[in-house]
């Protein structure tokens, strides 16, 4: 069996503000073809609480309510080898980033970046920024929050919730 895994299309609307970029799919969300499928994973419940929307939506309201929040989501990883779901185990040096320029320029609004682990933010920064133009780089805030994933439990769900109100906070400044 394979171990090479491909990250879904974004979730974004050209009205879009706020970036949050993951590494690439984990095993169960690629089986679902759902961002943030694995039922521990905080992401969804992190989100409903900072946006103030019911986590038990379906998937396809979620994502809608994301978007109308302008919030938008990706991966950094367009295309890797991995074996299982962690990001320990992503071969570096199979590493293909998705497309951002492509990306901030139909999505104009675009400016703050916020990184879901330090994976997503090792490939964005290695692999993604010296392909962007250098006015776009230079509008870019970015931020790494702390993994929503429970592989990552040095954090417990407040924690992690407080460091995210960053997210919300970015989209109510205009």
Not at 20 to 40: D, F, K, M, T, W
Not at 94 to 117: H, K, M, P, W, Y
Not at 155 to 173: E, G, H, M, P, Y
Request: glycine share 4%; charged share 20%; proline share 4%.
């Amino acid at each position: 069996m394979s171990s090479r895994v491909r990250s879904f299309a974004p979730l974004v609307m050209a009205q879009s503000r706020v970036l949050v970029l993951g590494s690439i799919p984990g095993v169960e969300s690629l089986n679902a073809e759902q961002y943030y499928a694995h039922p521990r994973n905080a992401f969804w419940r992190i989100m409903a609480e900072l946006l103030q929307f019911s986590v038990a939506l379906d998937y396809e309201a979620r994502c809608e309510a994301l978007m109308d929040s302008g919030v938008g989501l990706w991966d950094s990883v367009r295309e890797c080898e991995r074996p299982g779901s962690l990001d320990s185990a992503v071969v570096d040096a199979t590493i293909e980033a998705n497309d951002f320029a492509s990306l901030f320029a139909r999505c104009g609004q675009l400016r703050r970046v916020f990184f879901n682990g330090a994976k997503s933010e090792q490939v964005f920064k290695r692999h993604v920024l010296s392909t962007l133009p250098a006015d776009c780089v230079a509008e870019l805030s970015m931020r790494r929050l702390p993994s929503t994933s429970p592989a990552h439990a040095s954090l417990n769900f407040a924690q992690k919730l407080s460091a995210w109100t960053a997210v919300r906070d970015a989209i109510d400044v205009r």
